[in-house]
């Protein structure tokens, strides 16, 4: 389901980081030898036989990051991003893998999009990537797509991300092609009703800055619907970008009632609170919008518990002529491919907020297991997919830094610690070393 450019398979030795894998329950310092891209020994003193040696002392060793949401641009709009600029953006955030969303123009609704998508990443990608394809046609939410084939075809799940699925007969036939494809249905829930013309969330900040509102219960009330029906049809589902209290009290009564739900939430619904919006800054508008500080709370709760098992970016390039613009006439969506580990060491981590562990997991493993995809791991056999941090290091996000080629990123200016120093993905170092 995963899709990269052939290339080499490494040989290396990383030598002296503490190797943490909370999956594998490993955390102490030693080497870990890669033999041809597998993961061959750990242990200490290895001898490097002639492979390239990464000196780690003081840095940490973590199987590296899954990003279930990455919005790749293409085909369609190759000045904000492509497969290959796309994909170099991951290998520097740290990842060995991401999803891409199907809301591109041409929308990914046919077996012939699809496959055209699948030979530019196996020509370009630097990291491997799969493609998630539209559950309706065009994603107008009239008529389904041929799930079956596109699922044939490699497509990695199901979503018409970016709008929600809005007649309730037309998701529920989509949940029924669940158990014909078994591809994970990722829902954008929002009731465009209620959304309508809204800038930010609706609340305090809103109404003093005069901005039309997105409630949370737009977001909260689809939520319900779509656990109900999942419920109904015995199917499960995943819940893109949560970001309000009630959706995560929903998710959370599925779940102990027995439903296989998942959900996603983003670095900058965990980082950020609708307070940061007074600032107009463009880069601080996206859908769903950043919530008060209570939805944040509840998040950063449900990540440490584990309603929510996955972070996701929701990486979202504009061109800057788009971006620079009054916020009311912004495009929604904000880059975070780069700067996610970062961002949320920073924010969660350093204030004690979140444990490292568990922000490691719900970077790679987490996300892994919500589409079925073998979870990163540092286990001797297992294909090389590592992360090597420099937690201590700080860097000042500058505008021409990014491998991306949007940068339309919150944390422009912003001094954020936890660097990435290497990323080995499928075997290859994909970025450092
Ligand atoms: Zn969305
Ligand atoms: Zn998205």
Same mark, same amino acid.
């Given at each position: 389901m995963l899709f990269a450019k052939s290339g080499s398979r490494d040989d290396l030795v990383v030598r002296g980081a503490r190797v943490v894998d909370p999956v594998e329950g490993i955390d102490s310092v030693c080497d870990v030898r890669v033999d041809g891209g597998t993961v061959a020994q750990l242990g200490t003193s290895l001898e490097p036989n002639g492979h390239q040696v990464i000196e780690a002392d003081g840095l940490l060793l973590a199987p590296a990051f899954i990003d279930p949401h990455v919005h790749l641009r293409v085909p369609g709009r190759e000045d904000e991003e492509t497969i290959a600029s796309g994909t170099a953006a991951a290998a520097a955030g740290g990842y060995c893998g991401i999803l891409a969303m199907p809301n591109t123009e041409p929308v990914v609704d046919s077996a012939a999009v699809l496959g055209s998508l699948i030979e530019d990443a196996q020509a370009q990608a630097e990291v491997p990537v799969?493609?998630?394809?539209?559950?309706?046609?065009?994603?107008?939410?009239?008529?389904?797509?041929?799930?079956?084939?596109?699922?044939?075809?490699?497509?990695?799940?199901?979503?018409?991300?970016?709008?929600?699925?809005?007649?309730?007969?037309?998701?529920?036939?989509? =949940?029924?092609?669940?158990?014909?494809?078994?591809?994970?249905?990722?829902?954008?829930?929002?009731?465009?009703?209620?959304?309508?013309?809204?800038?930010?969330?609706?609340?305090?900040?809103?109404?003093?800055?005069?901005?039309?509102?997105?409630?949370?219960?737009?977001?909260?009330?689809?939520?319900?619907?779509?656990? *109900?029906?999942?419920?109904?049809?015995?199917?499960?589902?995943?819940?893109?970008?949560?970001?309000?209290?009630?959706?995560?009290? *929903? =998710?959370?009564?599925?779940?102990?009632?027995?439903?296989?739900?998942?959900?996603?939430? %983003?670095?900058?619904?965990?980082?950020? %609170?609708?307070?940061?919006?007074?600032?107009?800054?463009?880069? =601080? $508008?996206?859908?769903?919008?950043?919530?008060?500080?209570?939805?944040?709370?509840?998040?950063?709760?449900?990540? $440490?518990?584990?309603?929510?098992t996955a972070v996701a970016t929701d990486h979202a390039p504009h061109a800057r002529h788009e971006k620079e613009v009054p916020f009311e006439a912004a495009p929604f969506g904000v880059t975070g491919l780069e700067t996610a580990f970062s961002s949320l060491y920073t924010h969660l981590v350093e204030p004690g907020l979140l444990k490292l562990e568990t922000l490691l997991?719900?970077?790679?493993?987490?996300?892994?297991?919500?589409?079925?995809?073998? @979870?990163?791991?540092? @286990?001797?056999?297992?294909?090389?997919?590592?992360?090597?941090?420099?937690? $201590?290091?700080?860097?000042?996000?500058?505008?021409?830094?990014?491998?991306?080629?949007?940068?339309?990123?919150?944390?422009?200016?912003?001094?954020? $610690?936890?660097?990435?120093?290497?990323?080995?993905?499928?075997?290859?170092?994909?970025?450092?070393?």
């Open positions: 799969g493609f998630l394809a539209a559950i309706t046609r065009g994603q107008e939410g009239a008529e389904l797509t041929d799930m079956a084939e596109l699922a044939e075809q490699g497509a990695a799940g199901f979503t018409d991300d970016g709008r929600p699925v809005v007649a309730p007969g037309l998701m529920r036939r989509a =949940l029924q092609y669940h158990g014909i494809t078994g591809r994970r249905l990722a829902l954008h829930c929002e009731e465009p009703t209620l959304s309508r013309g809204g800038q930010m969330h609706e609340g305090a900040v809103s109404a003093e800055l005069g901005f039309a509102g997105y409630p949370s219960v737009a977001e909260s009330v689809m939520v319900e619907r779509d656990l *109900a029906l999942a419920a109904f049809e015995e199917q499960p589902l995943h819940l893109l970008h949560l970001s309000a209290r009630e959706s995560v009290e *929903a =998710l959370s009564r599925a779940q102990a009632s027995g439903l296989h739900a998942t959900g996603e939430v %983003t670095p900058h619904h965990l980082c950020l %609170t609708d307070e940061a919006v007074r600032t107009l800054d463009p880069n =601080l $508008k996206m859908n769903p919008p950043l919530r008060s500080p209570d939805d944040r709370a509840a998040l950063v709760d449900a990540l $440490k518990d584990g309603t929510i997991e719900r970077m790679s493993a987490g996300p892994a297991r919500v589409y079925g995809l073998d @979870a990163p791991r540092i @286990a001797v056999g297992a294909p090389a997919n590592l992360v090597l941090l420099d937690l $201590k290091a700080g860097r000042r996000v500058a505008e021409g830094d990014f491998r991306s080629r949007s940068a339309n990123s919150w944390l422009l200016g912003e001094t954020v $610690k936890g660097q990435v120093r290497l990323t080995v993905a499928a075997g290859r170092v994909a970025f450092g070393g």
